[in-house]
């Protein structure tokens, strides 16, 4: 009986070595409405704003990332123009081209190495043409779900993108890790700024286009699906074409996740409206993690997962939507070098 109980113990201890060697905490980080606030200059009152600017979350992002093995940066749109740096670009580039090589703010996001990001709608306030060659300087895949060339009759960046990843699970095994990006913009943007839009891009309403997207993602190998929205939350009915999609696109079974902006909220916040399908306290809508972080740099919002690896899949345990706690840990040198270059 003894050599039995000793047996099934071993048992036991080795099926939970095997289960804890492949849980893996996930985190992804979310800018959103910069609109070239990349410091914390006021240049409306001439001083230092201790509010705003990309520029005070860099210490944070950098020590995040120390602490979590698995972290990954985006940005959910409206970064080249809202401000005077950003509006001065806009007018060097319109007096003449030639002499606009990369967006101060592009920079600054090759700097802290994002991962992937998705334009906004005030993105395209200067035409198509300066937002791809804006975009053109990045150091990261852009990507665009329901927005074509309507010359060419394809998408004017991939509507969706798979990131093959490493990531180390707690007790420091690699496993391979497939996460796919959606991005959406509202097809208001058209009528914003039909002049300069109109006989180049057609826009699509944005939860079709997440349907279509997340669905060939999924079939691409996507273990998680993760959609980048500059699109708020609205909770009333459905209509084709709605401007605020957020809240509809967490219900979308294929999607795991929504970092989304536009609407300059932060979420989860205390300000939320209160409603059954939205939980401030997890930062969860349709119990999947979201996050929004406001406007000019405020916040930085984060998605956590933590996910088991079971017969070859990827299980989602818990997951998680919230806003960083900014930290007083200095931004590294050479990224602020980097972000000057």
Not at 44 to 66: D, P, Q, V
Not at 111 to 138: I, M, R
Request: glycine residues 6%; negative net charge; proline residues 4%.
């Amino acid at each position: 009986m003894k050599r039995i109980f000793l047996g099934s113990l071993l048992i036991s201890v080795l099926i939970s070595s095997s289960y804890a060697d492949n849980l893996v905490e996930v985190n992804i980080l979310s800018t959103s409405d910069i609109h070239s606030f990349i410091s914390d200059d006021n240049y409306y009152s001439n001083t230092k704003s201790e509010n705003y600017g990309l520029i005070s979350w860099i210490g944070t992002i950098e020590k995040f990332r120390r602490d979590h093995k698995n972290t990954y940066l985006v940005d959910t749109g409206d970064l080249l123009s809202g401000n005077p740096i950003g509006n001065h670009v806009i007018k060097r580039y319109n007096q003449n081209d030639a002499y606009y090589n990369i967006s101060p703010i592009i920079c600054s996001l090759n700097a802290l190495n994002y991962d992937v990001a998705t334009p906004g709608n005030h993105d395209f306030d200067n035409g198509v043409d300066f937002l791809k060659k804006s975009y053109s300087g990045a150091n990261f895949p852009v990507v665009l779900s329901n927005v074509i060339d309507k010359e060419k009759q394809e998408s004017l960046y991939p509507e969706y993108i798979i990131k093959e990843k490493n990531v180390i699970d707690d007790v420091g095994k690699n496993h391979l890790l497939k996460i796919a990006y959606i991005g959406l913009v509202p097809p208001q943007t058209m009528l914003f700024n039909k002049s300069k839009l109109e006989n180049k891009i057609i826009f699509f309403d944005m939860l079709e286009s997440a349907n279509s997207a997340a669905d060939k993602a999924r079939k691409d190998g996507a273990d998680l699906v993760i959609a980048l929205s500059h699109s708020g939350i609205d909770v009333s009915p459905i209509e084709y074409g709605m401007e605020n999609v957020a809240y509809y696109l967490a219900r979308n079974p294929n999607i795991d996740g929504v970092l989304f902006g536009h609407t300059h909220e932060i979420f989860p916040s205390k300000k939320t409206i209160a409603h059954e399908n939205i939980n401030i306290e997890s930062g969860k809508i349709f119990d999947k993690p979201a996050a929004q972080p406001g406007k000019w740099g405020e916040s930085v919002s984060a998605i956590t997962f933590n996910l088991e690896k079971k017969n070859g899949q990827w299980l989602i345990k818990s997951s998680k939507g919230y806003q960083l706690e900014k930290s007083d840990v200095p931004a590294a040198e050479n990224t602020i070098k980097r972000g000057g270059e």
